[in-house]
C-alpha cells in the first residue's frame, strides 16, 4: 500500500510548502510596492509635524495636503486611504529599517509604536515561540483586535466589538443569560444592576416584584429595608383608599350603604372585606393546574386559619360591640 501522504487542503504538504514559498515571494514584491506607493507620495508631500513635534497621523492632513493626494490616487488607480496610509508607513520606517520578509501590513500595524528605537527592536525580533512576524501578533503587540483572538480577553474583546448593534447585544445577552453556569459566574452587584436595567419598564417591575414577594423569604428580607416597608405600607394605604373609591363606584349595596350614619371605622371594615374579596378572586384563578409545594401548603393554611379566626371576630366586634381578641387570637395573628 503506498504511503499516506500528508494534505493541507486538497494539495500534498510539499505542494503546500511550493505555493507558501511562492506566495511569500509576491507578498515581498506587494511591499516593496507599497512602500515605492508610500515614498513617492512622502516625495510629494513631505510629512508635517503638529504641536509637539508629532507627526500628523492619517485621517487629520492639511486641506491641500490632502488635496495632493487625491489627486495622486486618482492618477494612479487607488483608493486616497491606501495612498494615505502608505504614505504614512514609509514615513515610519527609514528604508534601512525595514524587514525583507515582513509584510507591509506588519510594517503598518507596528508603526503605531511611538517610540523609534522601540519600534525598530521590535520588528526585528518576532514573538516568543514564533518565526516570523504575523498580522494577529503584530495588532496584539500595538494592543488592537486580533482576527483570531485566542486569550479570554481577546474573545471578551471580539464579543463586544460584534455586538456594538443594540440588537445583535440583546439577543446574545438574552441567549447568554439562558445558561446557568454563565449567570452562576455574573457577580451580585452585575445581577442587581441588570436587574435594575430590565424593569425600568413598569409593567414588568410589577410582574417581577410580585413574583419575588411571593418567596417568603425573600419578602422577610426585603421588609427589613425601611424605605421598602415604607414604600409598602404607602402602597397598601393608597389601595385601601383606591379599593373604598371602586365599592363606592361598583358595589351594588354602596347606594345602600351612603345613606347609613356611618362611621370610618364603618366604612374602613366593609372597605377591608371588600378588598380581601376582590384580591383573592385574582389570586386564586392563578393556582389553576399548580401543585403547591409541602411548604407552601402549609403556609397557605396558617394564613387561612388566621383569616378565619379574624372574621369570627369580626363578626363578634359587629354582633356585640366587643373588639377585645382572646389570647389565643392574639397569638395566632403575631405570628406565635
Excluded at 507599497?34 to 497621523?57: C, H, K, N, W, Y
Excluded at 393556582?287 to 403556609?299: F, P
Amino acid at each position: 500500500m503506498p504511503e499516506e501522504i500528508d494534505k493541507v487542503g486538497s494539495v500534498s504538504q510539499r505542494r503546500y510548502e511550493q505555493i507558501v514559498a511562492e506566495l511569500r515571494e509576491v507578498v515581498e514584491q506587494q511591499t516593496q510596492g507599497s512602500f515605492t506607493i508610500g515614498d513617492r507620495a512622502l516625495e510629494i508631500e513631505p510629512m508635517r509635524e503638529r504641536g509637539g513635534g508629532q507627526q500628523v497621523a492619517p485621517g487629520q492632513e492639511l486641506f491641500t495636503v490632502s488635496e495632493t493626494l487625491h489627486r495622486l490616487a486618482e492618477d494612479i488607480g487607488l483608493a486616497y486611504r491606501t495612498v494615505e496610509k502608505a504614505r504614512w508607513t514609509a514615513s515610519r520606517w527609514p528604508k534601512e529599517k525595514r524587514q525583507k520578509g515582513v509584510s507591509f501590513r506588519v510594517h503598518r500595524v507596528l508603526a503605531q509604536i511611538a517610540d523609534e528605537a522601540e519600534r525598530f527592536a521590535t520588528i526585528a525580533k518576532p514573538p516568543a515561540g514564533k518565526t516570523r512576524w504575523t498580522s494577529d501578533e503584530a495588532n496584539r503587540k500595538v494592543g488592537r483586535q486580533v482576527e483570531r483572538p485566542a486569550s479570554p480577553q481577546e474573545k471578551i474583546t471580539a464579543i463586544h466589538h460584534l455586538a456594538r448593534d443594540e440588537d445583535v447585544a440583546a439577543v446574545v445577552t438574552s441567549d447568554l443569560l439562558k445558561r446557568p453556569t454563565v449567570a452562576a459566574k455574573v457577580s451580585d452587584q452585575d445581577k442587581v444592576r441588570v436587574v435594575e436595567e430590565f424593569t425600568r419598564d413598569e409593567h414588568v417591575a410589577t410582574q417581577v416584584t410580585a413574583g419575588l414577594l411571593r418567596r417568603p423569604e425573600v419578602a422577610f428580607k426585603a421588609m427589613s429595608d425601611d424605605t421598602a416597608r415604607h414604600q409598602v405600607n404607602h402602597a397598601q394605604v393608597e389601595r385601601g383608599r383606591q379599593a373604598r373609591e371602586h365599592f363606592e363606584d361598583t358595589s351594588p349595596v354602596a347606594p345602600a350603604v351612603r345613606h347609613i350614619d356611618r362611621t370610618v371605622e364603618f366604612l374602613d371594615l366593609v372597605t377591608a372585606c371588600h378588598s380581601f374579596v376582590a384580591a383573592v378572586g385574582r389570586a386564586v384563578p392563578g393556582l389553576r393546574d399548580r401543585t403547591l409545594g409541602e411548604d407552601e401548603r402549609t403556609i397557605v393554611h396558617e394564613n387561612v386559619a388566621k383569616v378565619r379566626a379574624t372574621l369570627d371576630w369580626i363578626e363578634t366586634a359587629v354582633d356585640t360591640g366587643k373588639v377585645d381578641m382572646d389570647g389565643e387570637l392574639a397569638r395566632m395573628l403575631r405570628g406565635e
